[in-house]
């Protein structure tokens, strides 16, 4: 017992050691003042990490400059910012730390549908109200019974939205006649914003030659868009997230499918380029905001600026969004009760944000009137250009 | 406080499912990689009851142990009968697991991969508590009986196991069975605290993680494995910003325990006394690295200094530790007098119980304790003791069987014949047509040069390989199709060329493994210690094994390590675990084998007791030519697997043929 | 399309077959299952990552022998850390497993803590290049994975038959014991086996990445390679990339298929580790492998 125990012993204090070195910045963080804590739960580290490290730093940017205006309720806001690498489990874990620990007032993020799902129960039953920022996903916001989930918001369009928005591009614009669809049959996300196409690609007068799927992780389809192939579908639609995304183009390619590519918001993160390579040359995605928009060209010169590179959208600007409207909103309830903040979020109307002007619906929580963007690769450019706006009204 | 409360129900989780693995793993000695999905099955079972069918939390929570119940019969009976070698079964059991959890992802009713949020929240630090301490309770229950023993033999030796008539596959499903409820359980109680759960959390990071509490906390102890599972749960929680360091430090201490100390923690030991300052250390160790950083942060800010500040936190964390350390020492010291007098008065209170609720038990018991006499040379003469011991189980249906067949009415009647045995190892021949019969209450010898066979003809009669041809008769009835528990059952009781004990029970515990057919109470009263049978059947199993040990002059090692035994004496052991089998034919394999003389001379003298005082017909392989020769009034000889030679001491030793067959034919032309 | 399916497999099958052929190595001399191949694997990806992209811009033949060094260097030093010991001491083979485990979770897990789980991909070698035959179409990439692979194999084949290091491991497949009393210098021999398997993984781990992409867990797909070595008979290196190739074959024709309507692609798994238990249940030895059975 006693090499053995003196070795763990050894290896731990090691670690000790080790992790001694890393809170350091804490101990800076403890401001003498009290100040309104706001969380973020965002995916800094894992595939998600190229929107999630953007979100966090156009955040920081959003709340300094309202503590430059003077804060809110005469006090500073803060951010505490944890990482939930777009897991699940450990977004659970991060709400209930965020909450419980820290006290926030509110919680800003998470990013993805199904993690915002996943920590309804937590936030809800806290009442602290949650922004998420780009989860498209119905669910997020109103139950199958149609009754509005409490304490969830957001603050980007929805799917069902998206997905019409992808099958009109591609009838009208594409004129495709056909199409097939590949998507993740574990994630919220991806499963309904394929049902949302398909239902609109149809109702329009398309035809869907294909509808396949993949489990989570998976990382060949090859037999999949070997059934689709046959089909020879003028679109394969791909509403997953950017990786597999381009694995999937890649091997159509591979197979000879010559389909136009098309995809959602989840393809928005530049490694798609280097991920998919040429095959993903022309394709287009439909995304929340793009970066040759007129109206946020001061936000982008000021991100570019501080943080030397382009913001990864459009999750910045819906986290930028997110702070302004809670700050308004913690303005309008005078107080950082959770019932009066979710009342006063609920009944926001023509609030001047960075993407034009934000109408809540209070029975579904979602914002009205948000545009959609479309976009097309420009591998060879090694960039996403912009097409197109879509509108939607209801 | 919440976050301490939220470690505490963490660990409390994971320690039941950890204590399920520990009896099939630790005890049983099967090792099972993906007993997440047990887990699963109880999480989504309590959840999707108590969240769409609104049940009562414990109803829900025995449900969910129910069908993880039922899963794990389902998926083992048919991994178990196939009698896998153990890094096979293991591997199954993994694949069992991934199966499970794509089930799952595919499952309609379990909202699939993307999981079931909103599970309302009724784990609570009280109820989980507990849950384990009545699982801790149970589990220490049940093993303390003739159950739990079987189930420990197996893990042990399987191969002994059987050869004591303790059936495999109902054992083993039965120990399967209960960690997978504990398994569920635990699943349940987990889902209710985290309120949501999606397949992906029942990986193979969870199975390893319960797998490496049980391999690093002792397989064999209940102790270990619960403090080593606290421990994992504990430690990565103190340096927080290293989750992802969790599992690599996992993978190194499974690495480093299993190569450098693959008994872990407690090893076979539960906690006592004399392991206390391990204990203390243990959690010295935890405490001292848990005031390590708050006692770094506290020195930072108010001085600032990193080394200053690492060297005062170390301090701090040292001495805690040692405190601790001395702590559990004293503890253990100061407790010292107290254990004595507690066991003594335990003791004394057991025999006012037992003899004021007038149990039956028969004269012939009572007779027998005063008629054990003291010989000489320190063997207890109670050897007639043992078969006047009145039955209090109903003799088995094999030996009503046998019945026909009436003892004593006919010396000449062989009770057991063997006609043209064959058994061929792929090419080789290990047995030859081989036929020769025994009379009752005869000492046979069996002899040969080594691969002879002789080992493999009583493994054909107890059946541990199946006949390739020939017939078996024992008492009258063909056994050859007979399983080796049946043999048993019919009366036939064998030792081991190389000695095959159950190393980590003690001597005593040995012999009662074996006991295990008389010893008769449910295993729900075994669960809970039922007042009113168990302990008198524990103390009668007891003080039978006891009366045994006498036999063979072991009773003075009776709790001890069995594994820690000389060789000399692990032999006698053998012996007397065979005689508590009531056997009527007793196959000895070479039990002087490494003994010295004066070892030889007393086992001699044993066996002649043995024989001579209960009738018992005795088949006997030695190299031991003067043990044989003195013993045995016939010698068989084989060769080739087949009968060379037949016939007296006198007349072996003269014999051609034998002589060729040991010295080789030009020695023998020399030695003529 | 049935026929480009069956392509399709085969290509899957071609990693699996030489994946397994890492593990039925190890196996059939040391007669346990070496978990930590996955890890091996994956790091070879890593290598590839480091030399062709990260650190350097090596071009990719090189990196590929160098990688499939750099694996085995690896595979070596995680024999003689975790496996030596206990060798040595003839502990059972359930012991080795764990102990193979330990270092699976470990490694995979430092990838993720260390570099992190950001995904990589490995520059394009044939590109987009592919062979059209009639209908169907074969990646160039495949092509040249499985010449090389069968290359490599043939070579092993070869060392196994001719030099004197493959005798003495075809002999230890045997009898380790009778091996090292003939005056085989044990560690030796075990040293270059696990470095020889290991750059098999490597080279497989180099395909792997080149074809999807390069990540932490990507150690996973060899419990799929295990199922193929478990196939065609652990132990046996025909066995291994029969085994291989034909669960490649299996996987792809589940995926294609629905039962009553519903599409089994994503009951794919079930259906492979389902397949596994059953053979081990059933028929351990798979289609080449040897039975052992231990004298009692």
Redesign the interface.
């Known amino acids: 017992m006693k090499r053995i125990g003196t070795m763990l012993l050894a290896a731990l204090l090691v670690w000790a050691v080790l992790g001694a070195c890393k809170p350091a910045e804490k101990k800076a963080a403890a401001a003498k003042e009290e100040t309104i804590k706001i969380g973020h739960t965002v995916a800094l580290t894992g595939p998600s990490a190229t929107w999630g490290q953007s979100e966090a730093n156009a955040l920081k940017m959003a709340i300094e400059k309202i503590n430059a205006g003077g804060g809110v309720l005469g006090k500073k806001l803060e951010v505490i910012a944890y990482d939930n690498r777009a897991d699940r489990v450990e977004a659970v874990n991060v709400a209930k730390r965020l909450i419980e620990q820290d006290k926030v007032v509110a919680i800003i993020g998470p990013a993805q549908s199904g993690v915002t799902n996943a920590i309804r129960e937590v936030n809800n039953s806290a009442k602290v109200p949650v922004i998420a920022t780009t989860a498209t996903n119905p669910k997020v916001t109103v139950n199958d019974d149609g009754s509005v989930v409490p304490y969830t918001f957001r603050v980007c369009f929805i799917d069902p939205f998206q997905g019409t928005v992808a099958a009109q591009f591609a009838l009208k614009d594409l004129k495709a006649k056909t199409a097939a669809v590949l998507y993740d049959v574990g994630d919220d996300y991806s499963q309904f914003l394929a049902k949302y196409f398909v239902e609109a690609f149809t109702k329009g007068g398309g035809k869907i030659t294909a509808n396949e799927a993949f489990r989570s992780g998976e990382l060949d389809f090859r037999a999949q868009l070997g059934k689709i192939k046959t089909g020879k579908p003028d679109v394969l639609f791909l509403p997953t997230m950017q990786k597999e995304a381009a694995l999937a183009a890649k091997q159509a390619r591979d197979l000879g499918i010559t389909a136009t590519f098309l995809g959602g918001d989840g393809w928005a993160s530049p490694d798609l380029i280097d991920l998919a390579g040429p095959a993903m040359e022309g394709a287009y995605f439909v995304n929340i905001a793009a970066l040759e928009d007129p109206a946020i060209q001061d936000f982008i010169k000021e991100y570019k600026e501080r943080f030397k590179e382009d913001p990864v959208l459009p999750n910045p600007l819906m986290a930028y969004d997110a702070a302004l409207w809670l700050a308004d909103a913690l303005k309008r309830a005078g107080s950082t009760d959770g019932e009066k903040l979710k009342a006063a979020l609920e009944n926001t109307k023509d609030l001047p944000v960075l993407t034009g002007k934000l109408t809540i619906d209070p029975a579904t929580h979602n914002p009205l009137n948000k545009p959609a963007t479309i976009q097309q690769v420009k591998v060879k450019d090694k960039k996403f250009v912009y097409v197109k706006t879509f509108v939607t009204t209801d | 406080m919440a976050y301490l409360e939220a470690i505490l129900i963490n660990v409390a989780i994971y320690a039941i499912a950890t204590l399920g693995l520990a009896i099939f793993t630790g005890y049983t000695g099967l090792f099972s990689l993906g007993h997440a999905a047990f887990m699963a099955v109880g999480a989504y079972t309590a959840s999707i009851l108590t969240y769409f069918y609104k049940v009562p939390f414990f109803a829900a929570l025995a449900l969910g142990v129910i069908l993880s119940v039922l899963v794990s019969l389902l998926i083992g009976y048919p991994t178990l009968r196939a009698r896998l070698r153990s890094d096979y079964f293991a591997i199954a059991t993994l694949g069992f697991g991934e199966a499970v959890k794509v089930i799952l992802e595919n499952f309609d009713l379990t909202q699939g991969a993307r999981g079931l949020p909103g599970i309302p929240k009724f784990s609570t630090l009280g109820n989980t508590y507990l849950l384990l301490v009545l699982a801790i309770i149970l589990c220490r229950n049940f093993l303390k009986t003739t159950y739990g023993r079987k189930i420990i033999a197996i893990g042990q030796d399987p191969v002994a196991a059987e050869m004591i008539g303790i059936p495999l596959l109902p054992n083993q499903l039965l120990s399967l069975g209960i960690s997978a409820g504990l398994a569920g359980l635990s699943g349940g109680l987990l889902a209710h605290y985290t309120t949501f759960i999606q397949p992906s959390i029942f990986s193979m990071d969870l199975s390893s993680l319960v797998t490496a509490g049980v391999v690093c906390g002792g397989m064999g102890s209940l102790t270990g494995p619960v403090t080593a599972v606290a421990l994992f749960v504990i430690i990565p929680e103190l340096f927080r910003g290293f989750a992802l360091w969790r599992l690599v430090f996992y993978g190194m201490l499974l690495v480093i325990i299993i190569n450098w100390r693959p008994k872990g923690l407690f090893g076979y030991e539960e906690l006592n006394r004399k392991n206390l300052p391990k204990l203390f250390s243990i959690a010295g160790i935890t405490g001292g690295l848990s005031l390590f950083m708050p006692t770094y942060r506290w020195v930072i800010e108010s001085r600032g200094y990193e080394i200053f500040a690492l060297l005062v936190a170390g301090a701090v964390a040292g001495a805690v530790t040692v405190l601790f350390g001395l702590l559990g020492k004293g503890l253990s010291l100061a407790l010292a007098p107290v254990a004595e007098r507690y066991h003594s008065l335990r003791g004394r209170l057991s025999e006012r119980v037992e003899s004021t609720s007038g149990e039956l038990w028969s004269e012939g018991q009572r007779g027998a304790s005063c008629a054990v006499r003291h010989t000489p040379d320190g063997l207890i003469d109670g050897t007639t003791a043992l078969y006047e011991t009145a039955r209090l189980t109903p003799e088995s249906s094999k030996e009503n069987e046998a019945a026909n067949y009436t003892a004593g009415t006919n010396v000449k009647t062989p009770i057991l014949e063997l006609e043209e045995l064959r058994k061929n190892f792929g090419g080789v021949v290990a047995v030859d047509g081989l036929s020769f019969k025994l009379s009752e209450g005869e000492l046979l010898g069996l002899i040969g040069p080594n691969g002879s066979g002789k080992t493999t003809v009583f493994n054909l009669i107890s059946s541990v390989y199946p006949v390739d041809g020939g017939t078996i008769l024992f008492r009258g009835m063909d056994i050859t199709p007979w399983g080796p528990t049946e043999v048993v059952e019919a009366g036939v009781a064998r030792t081991f060329q190389n000695i095959r004990l159950f190393g980590s029970m003690t001597v005593l515990e040995n012999v009662q493994a074996a006991l295990h057919r008389e010893g008769s109470y449910s295993l729900l009263e075994g669960f809970l210690q039922w007042p009113n049978t168990v302990p008198k059947v524990e103390r009668r199993l007891r003080d039978e094994s006891r009366r045994l040990l006498a036999v063979v002059g072991l009773e003075r090692e009776a709790d001890r390590r069995a594994s820690t035994l000389p060789y000399g004496l692990q032999r006698k052991l053998e012996i007397a675990r065979a005689l508590a089998l009531r056997p009527k034919l007793l196959l000895l394999d070479e039990p002087a084998a490494g003994l010295n003389p004066r070892e030889a001379t007393e086992l001699v003298e044993l066996i002649k007791r043995i024989h001579q005082d209960e009738g018992l017909s005795i088949i006997l392989i030695e190299h031991h030519m003067d043990v044989v020769m003195s013993l045995c009034p016939r010698i068989l000889v084989l060769n080739f697997g087949r009968l060379i030679a037949s016939g007296t001491p006198e007349q072996i030793q003269k014999d051609p043929r034998v002589l060729q067959a040991y010295l080789g034919e030009k020695a023998y032309a020399v030695v003529r | 399309?049935f026929i480009?399916?069956i392509i399709?497999?085969l290509?899957?099958g071609s990693v699996y077959a030489l994946m397994a052929v890492g593990y039925s190595l190890v196996f059939s001399v040391l007669n346990?299952?070496n978990f930590a191949h996955g890890a091996i694997i994956t790091l070879g990806a890593y290598i590839a990552w480091a030399l062709m992209v990260h650190y350097l811009q090596v071009p990719f033949f090189p990196a590929l022998l160098l990688s499939m060094g750099g694996a085995g260097i690896l595979a070596f030093l995680n024999e003689r850390?975790?496996y030596s010991?206990?060798r040595r001491r003839r502990?059972?083979?359930?012991?080795l497993?764990?102990?193979a485990?330990?270092?699976?979770?470990?490694?995979?897990?430092?990838l993720?803590?260390t570099i992190?789980?950001?995904?990589y991909?490995l520059p394009?070698v044939f590109?987009?290049d592919?062979v059209?035959i009639g209908e169907l179409?074969i990646?160039k990439m495949d092509i040249f994975a499985f010449v090389f692979s069968a290359l490599t194999i043939a070579v092993l084949h070869l060392i196994l038959i001719r030099t004197k290091v493959g005798v003495a491991i075809r002999a230890a497949a045997h009898d380790m014991e009778m091996v090292s009393v003939l005056g085989v210098n044990l560690d030796v021999l075990v040293g270059v086996l696990f470095f020889i398997a290991g750059s098999l993984g490597g080279m497989a781990g180099v395909f792997m990445g080149v074809k999807?992409?390069v990540y932490p867990?990507m150690g996973?797909?060899t419990?799929k390679a295990?199922?193929g070595a478990?196939i065609g008979g652990l132990g046996s290196l025909p066995g291994a990339i029969v085994g291989g190739l034909l669960l490649g074959l299996l996987?792809?024709?589940v995926?294609?298929s629905s039962l009553g309507g519903t599409?089994l692609?994503?009951?794919?798994?079930?259906f492979s580790?389902?397949i596994?238990?059953i053979l081990?249940?059933?028929k351990?030895t798979g289609f080449f492998g040897r039975h052992v059975?231990d004298k009692?």
């Open positions: 399309m480009q399916t399709t497999g290509s899957i346990f299952s850390i975790a010991t206990l502990a059972p083979s359930l012991y497993m764990i102990s485990m330990g270092v699976a979770i470990s490694l995979q897990n430092l993720y803590a992190g789980a950001k995904l991909a394009p590109a987009m592919v059209h179409t990646s999807y992409m867990s996973w797909i419990n295990y199922i478990v996987e792809a024709l995926s294609v599409s692609s994503t009951y794919r798994d079930v580790f389902g596994l238990v081990l249940i059933f351990p059975e009692l």
